[in-house]
Nanobody
Framework: QLQLVESGGGLVQPGGSLRLSCAAS????????IGWFRQAPGKEREGVTC????????NYADSVKGRFTISRDNAKNMVYLQMNSLKPEDTAIYYC???????????????????WGQGTQVTVSS
């Protein structure tokens, strides 16, 4: 299975931006859908966004549409999450995850993913 490592989290003021990175190893990245999930204290892990194998299709949770952008660079085995206009409710541990597929679209449901990173903390506060 893929190994995934997130980085780039930190403390940012409301309205600010962060760029998270997910480094993948173990298998060819372009055979996998990649998703970003987040989990706040006391809440279940929720899907944020996903990106298809080639990057041609993306899906976003309503709460982040227009503010977050997922992208991937398969040649570098990297996936990114650009987060703009951050809100306090975006505070959570953010995880990248993957599943292998032959399809050209992505699924944001948590149960579909079988490889997970360790998470990186994002805190949005003044």
């Amino acid at each position: 299975q893929l190994q995934l490592v997130e980085s780039g989290g930190g403390l940012v003021q409301p309205g600010g931006s962060l760029r998270l990175s997910c480094a993948a190893s173990g298998f060819t990245l372009d055979r996998h859908v990649i998703g970003w999930f987040r989990q706040a204290p006391g809440k279940e892990r929720e899907g944020v966004t996903c990106i298809s194998r080639s990057g041609g299709t993306t899906n976003y949770a309503d709460s982040v549409k227009g503010r977050f952008t997922i992208s991937r660079d398969n040649a570098k085995n990297m996936v990114y999450l650009q987060m703009n206009s951050l809100k306090p409710e975006d505070t959570a541990i953010y995880y990248c995850a993957a599943y292998r597929t032959i399809q050209t679209m992505c699924n944001i449901s948590r149960g579909r993913y079988d490889s997970w990173g360790q998470g990186t903390q994002v805190t949005v506060s003044s």
